[in-house]
Every structure is written in structure tokens, then in C-alpha cells.
């Protein structure tokens, strides 16, 4: 397993955007799927999107055309670019790895929350 630590979470408005970090241990990042989640007070976590080991990303329809997901295998970095942001995007941000495609995801991190005011 590695371990992921999430950042560049915080509050902003609608329409503002953030990207989100998400930083791992280890020496074989790179052939991790690398995948971001997101879990609304109240609500079940839920996905919002995927990369794979080469390069393929994928998205949940509620976020697609607004946000990007990439990596960077030197830094053992995958990033979360979110633009356009909306109120309903506001929830806490999880990062998670699976080392099998398909497979679950077995390495989560801790969190980071984005708030986007009405």
C-alpha cells in the first residue's frame, strides 16, 4: 500500500476554481490507478474521477468538462484541477490508489475539504 496525503483544499465562490494535490509514498506510483472521491455532509462518498497508469482519465458526468485529473510520476503527485466550480462541489476530497485495473481502491488519504459559497 502507499500513502497518500491530500492538499490544496479551502473556501472559495462560485465559479472560483482550486486544484487539489495528492502526494505518494513509495517507488511504484507510477503504476497506480490514482483515483479522487468526494463524500458531501449526509451524502455517501461517491466518484469524481480517474487516471490510470497511462495517462487515461475518466469522470463522473457531474463534473465532467469542469474538471481534470493528472499525475506527475517524478513528484508522485496526482493533481485535481477543478474549474467552474459549483455549491454542490462542496464536500471533503479523497484521494485513493489501486494497484489493479480493474480492482478496488485500497490506499485512501485523509482529506481535504472544499467549501464553494453560494
Known amino acids: 500500500q502507499v500513502q497518500l496525503v491530500e492538499s490544496g483544499g479551502g473556501l472559495v465562490q462560485a465559479g472560483a476554481s482550486l486544484r487539489l494535490s495528492c502526494v505518494a509514498s513509495g517507488r511504484t506510483f507510477s503504476s497506480y490507478r490514482m483515483g479522487w472521491f468526494r463524500q458531501a455532509p449526509g451524502k455517501e462518498r461517491e466518484f469524481v474521477a480517474v487516471?490510470?497508469?497511462?495517462?487515461?482519465?475518466s469522470y463522473a458526468e457531474s463534473v465532467k468538462g469542469r474538471f481534470t485529473i493528472s499525475r506527475d510520476n517524478v513528484k508522485n503527485t496526482v493533481y485535481l484541477q477543478m474549474n467552474s466550480l459549483k455549491f454542490e462541489d462542496t464536500a471533503v476530497y479523497y484521494c485513493?490508489?489501486?494497484?489493479?485495473?480493474?480492482?478496488?481502491?485500497?490506499?485512501w488519504g485523509q482529506g481535504t475539504q472544499v467549501t464553494v459559497s453560494s
Open positions: 485513493a490508489a489501486s494497484n489493479s485495473d480493474p480492482g478496488p481502491f485500497t490506499s
Open positions: 487516471i490510470t497508469w497511462w495517462n487515461s482519465g
